[in-house]
């Protein structure tokens, strides 16, 4: 049995109402489990696959060279932050997207093994909050 027939027998077996989501805006949202590898990028953006995962509620700091003239960017270890991040990766992962950023990132909370990744960071003092643009 190949593994589109899988696909299309288990789309079958699922009820309209269980395999989408209605969002706020209207979108139609369809769930879709996927497996990837979680990387950390820095502190406070994931891999996953090809898609750039921003976590949101929280801003790092940068690795060497992105910090760009005339930024403010946060105070302290970039690769400490980052380490803290890989170090809490491991899991079962649920990623909430909710829209992208002007860089092209999906903006989502993720949790792996119940945990909050940004709630984590901001825990062990790897990043501060920020929402909407501004730092809290």
């Known amino acids: 049995m190949g593994r589109k027939h899988l696909r299309r027998k288990h789309e079958r077996d699922v009820p309209e109402r269980q395999a989408g989501y209605q969002s706020p805006d209207g979108a139609q949202l369809s769930f879709v489990a996927l497996t990837c590898l979680l990387i950390a990028i820095d502190g406070d953006t994931l891999r996953c696959g090809k898609e750039r995962i921003r976590l949101l509620g929280i ?14 960017c946060v105070l302290g270890d970039p690769f400490a932050s980052k380490a803290a991040l890989a170090a809490i990766l491991g899991g079962s992962a649920v990623i909430q997207r909710s829209g992208q ?36």
Do not use: F
């Open 59 to 72: 801003d790092a700091p940068e690795m060497p060279g992105h910090c760009r003239r005339g930024r403010r």
């Open 101 to 136: 950023d002007r860089y092209g990132r999906t903006l989502a909370r993720v949790r792996v093994n119940g945990i909050d990744l940004s709630v984590a960071q901001l825990r062990k003092g790897m990043a501060v909050a920020y929402s909407y643009g501004r730092r809290t």
